[in-house]
């Protein structure tokens, strides 16, 4: 074994000697038992006290057993050990060597350290091949250079500390700001949904009471109208039954009662009432309804594979037709052959969309816009209704505007919107239409859920019908 290797050894033995059994640390004020074992005063003690009340450990009263060898010495008998003390004192101030502190290559001390590998090694690596050219030092230079990097790199790490405590001073000043400014936007955004709510509530009694008002009048029209006619109708029955009375009588009597039955048609004022129109004033329109409908706009494109051959797509960005097919080119099974239809190219199996349709109609011929199953007929002509599979409304230039649910009677209104908007929420079951002109509600479908896929569906009338513009596509029918 090497000198280096006879130093660990003493220093470990010398740790050895240093250190309590108890508490597995160095001496403090230590003391021998009367065999001649040594324990920190306090350590042997506090065993010996927590000894004195177990039975059958003492065979004479004032004894107690050493920790070590179990042989008996009395309490009394602790006898101060000074050179343990200095011992202890030395290894507590300078901790022995460690196996780490040697080369593992050479087992020598690691004196040296190399700036190059920078690593210590021993006098031994130094004169080896490996280490001859490099820059080497001692270790108690290297460390005073280390020491000085050290203090540089603390000194650049406490301005750094510096500067991020100030950042997260700032940050968390900024946090506190922001959340403020988040916690007044979020007062305001109640506050104005609130005070929202108020005026959509306000506007819909406001509505309700002209509904109401319009319900009481017409309604009264109609009840003045029917009791007139009833009184009316009351008194020409009454006459009929006199004449039917008067066939029994002899002419004598019939002639006698002639002028009476004269003076009494007379006196009847036969009066018809004039028709009560029974088309409502009141719309239904709800402030704001298209700007919140609006944010669920889609850029929903037709489809020029399925259109009709004889319907024309212009796409107006890019200032090209992109439809029609030469009348020698053979259909496809998608596209409609039974009316002059188009479907937008997307289809629709969940959640809300929106979208904008503008019309310039000419004529009287009926157009038809809302949505159909992605299946449909396109080859046959079949009423346009839920049943086969399409959800639409239709117009006509000054006539109506109609649902085409043969269960509802049509909805006549003075002129079709010039824009329509159509609001499709798939799993509510529900496809609504609106009039962009005046921002009032003109139908809505309801069920319970819809069969399938869903495409937007357009359909114009006669060749002078007019344009139907969707997003930047414009329709019109071929002459």
């Known amino acids: 074994m090497s000198g280096a290797m006879d130093a660990v050894e003493l220093a470990r033995k010398l740790q050895e000697e240093a250190t309590c059994s108890i508490c597995l640390d160095y001496f403090t004020d230590p003391v021998m038992t009367a065999c001649g074992h040594n324990f920190c005063r306090e350590c042997i003690q506090l065993t010996w006290e927590k000894s004195k009340g177990k039975k059958g450990r003492r065979k004479r009263r004032g004894t107690f057993p050493c920790p070590e060898c179990r042989e008996l010495s009395p309490q009394r008998n602790l006898r101060p050990n000074r050179l343990l003390t200095k011992v202890a004192e030395m290894a507590r101030q300078h901790p022995g060597l460690r196996k780490s502190d040697l080369c593992r290559v050479h087992q020598e001390l690691l004196k040296l350290y190399c700036e190059d590998d920078q690593n210590p090694i021993c006098v031994v690596c130094r004169e080896s091949r490996e280490h001859r050219t490099h820059r080497v030092l001692p ?63 306000e506007e819909e009694q406001r509505l309700l009471q002209i509904l109401k008002e319009e319900e009481e009048e017409t309604a009264s029209r109609l009840q003045g ?55 409502l004033r009141t719309v239904c329109r709800v402030p704001g309804q298209i700007e919140m409908l609006r944010s669920f706009q889609e850029d929903v494109v037709p489809d020029p594979t399925t259109a009709y051959p ?22 496809s099974q998608d596209r409609f052959l039974a009316y002059p239809c188009a479907v937008g190219k997307e289809a629709f199996s969940s959640g809300r969309h929106y979208w904008e349709v503008g019309m310039n109609l000419t004529g009287d011929a009926l157009w038809a816009l809302g949505v159909c199953r992605d299946n449909v007929s396109r080859r046959d002509r079949v009423p346009k209704s839920p049943e086969n599979g ?63 896929p869903l495409q937007p569906f357009f359909c114009l009338g006669t060749p002078k019908s007019g344009q139907m513009v969707i997003s930047t596509v414009t329709l019109w029918v071929r002459g």
């Open 225 to 279: 109208s029917r009791a007139a006619l009833e009184q009316q109708g009351h008194s020409l029955e009454m006459l009929l039954l006199r004449l039917e009375d008067q066939g029994g009588h002899t002419p004598l009597q019939m002639l006698k009662d002639m002028k009476d039955y004269q003076e009494r048609r007379s006196s009847l004022n036969l009066q018809y009432p004039e028709a009560t129109t029974t088309v």
């Open 310 to 331: 004889y319907l024309v797509l212009y796409e107006s960005r890019q200032r090209h037709y992109l439809s029609t097919l030469p009348d020698e080119t053979p259909c």
């Open 139 to 201: 270790v108690e230079e290297a460390v005073q250079e280390y020491k000085s990097k050290l203090e540089e790199d603390m000194e650049e790490l406490r301005v750094e500390m510096m500067k991020t405590a100030s950042l997260q001073v700032q940050e968390e000043e900024t946090l506190a700001e922001w959340q403020e400014k988040v916690e007044e936007r979020r007062q305001l955004i109640v506050a104005e949904f609130r005070k929202a709510s108020l005026l959509v509530a």
């Open 390 to 452: 399409f959800w639409v409304v239709q117009l006509s230039k000054g006539k109506k505007y109609a649902s085409v649910l043969p269960t509802l009677s049509p909805i006549t209104i003075t002129e079709p919107p010039s824009h329509i908007g159509v609001f499709l929420d798939f799993e509510a079951g529900e496809l609504s239409f609106y009039n962009l002109t005046d921002g009032s509600h003109l139908h809505t479908y309801t069920q319970e859920a819809f069969p399938g």
